[in-house]
């Protein structure tokens, strides 16, 4: 079966480096950023960053935030005996609109914001010259930082993918990770072990009765699974649903603040806590959950021995980030495979 796959990330993150990659396999191209080209190139703009950020936003609200994916899913519509390669996915309805296309994937390329900013300070030397400033507005526009939802929503975008990489290695190293991404399509690549439990703490995220969002966690230690848990209110206790709603949207509290006011314990707590029950050693074990932990559940993982967490996306708890940032017990690990909802 042919492929048709898309790409998104932020800028300097390793998608051009991909494109070349699959072009060379005998993969056709095409970006949503060429449509915007056309139409910057119709009013006569130059072809800078900014003006096409600013056209492709004003498509976007004037036709509908995926009107760029409609019209390159058109184009690969015309042409399904070839193997495609979607550039410059930067809005979730865009994904919408490409997933109508028979069997698209699309992957998510990141790295640490540091190694961002070099990259495309290292560029600038080489062309135009920007300043750190002015680099990291731009990162912070395309991942959504005071942009329209039909705008620049990069960092919505990573979090929908089929697959994701963090490029902060070689180039050598992307490659390797891309082909295997290529070999679990054909068939040729038994998945990792990261894979097969984060699969599985998704599975077990299915389970949760959290009406804002659904966590799953797995602590694993040599290659077997030793417990798991999901977020929900603790045994005996009603679920939020049957309490009239979510308590902590009803008093306005923000994703990642005050955590004690909320009837549900998290996903990485039942599953540290499901051990303690049975009996279940999982010192040195490590934790696979979907999410990032907030700050209760560091402590608990941090006092609990675990000795490596594997997380899928991102959760704004900054006295979390600040906790994990100031211990060197625990190695934090940001998940790379492939993603199952």
Avoid at 135 to 158: H, M
Avoid at 219 to 245: S, V, W
Wanted: proline share 2%; charged share 25%.
């Amino acid at each position: 079966m042919n492929k048709i796959l898309g790409l998104t990330g932020y800028m300097g993150s390793g998608k051009g480096e991909i494109v070349k990659y699959l072009v060379e396999k005998g993969f056709k191209y095409i970006s949503l950023s060429d449509i915007v080209r056309q139409e910057a190139t119709s009013r006569g703009l130059d072809l800078t960053r900014e003006n096409l950020q600013n056209t492709g936003n004003e498509l976007r609200a004037t036709y509908g935030a995926g009107v760029l994916g409609m019209k390159v899913r058109e184009i690969v519509s015309a042409d399904l005996n070839s193997d495609w390669i979607i550039d410059g996915i930067r809005n979730p309805a865009c994904i919408l609109e490409l997933r109508q296309l028979p069997s698209f994937k699309v992957v998510g390329v990141s790295a640490n914001d540091e190694l961002l900013l070099d990259r495309l300070l290292a560029r600038s030397r080489e062309g135009s010259v920007l300043t750190r400033d002015e680099i990291l507005a731009k990162l912070n526009r395309e991942k959504g930082v005071n942009e329209p939802a039909n705008g620049q929503q990069v960092k919505k975008c990573l979090n929908m993918v089929d697959y994701f990489i963090l490029n902060e290695g070689t180039l050598e190293d992307l490659y390797k990770k891309f082909q295997h991404f290529l070999n679990l399509l054909d068939g040729k690549d038994r998945p990792t072990f990261d894979e097969v439990f984060m699969e599985i703490s998704y599975t077990w995220a299915k389970r949760a009765t959290c009406l804002r969002r659904q966590v799953g966690a797995v602590i694993a230690k040599d290659g077997q699974q030793l417990t798991a848990g999901y977020n929900g209110a603790p045994r005996g206790i009603p679920h939020c649903a049957e309490m009239g709603g979510c308590i902590r949207e009803k008093l306005g509290i923000p994703s990642g603040q005050r955590h004690e006011i909320c009837r549900g314990t998290h996903a990485e707590q039942n599953a540290i806590t499901q051990a303690a029950k049975f009996g279940i050693n999982i010192e040195g074990g490590t934790l696979y959950c979907n999410t990032f932990p907030c700050v209760i559940c560091a402590k608990m993982i941090l006092n609990a021995g675990i000795k490596k967490v594997v997380y899928d996306s991102d959760y704004d708890d900054t006295l979390s980030k600040e906790i994990l940032g100031q211990q060197s017990l625990l190695e934090m690990k940001r998940y790379e495979g492939v993603r199952v909802y």
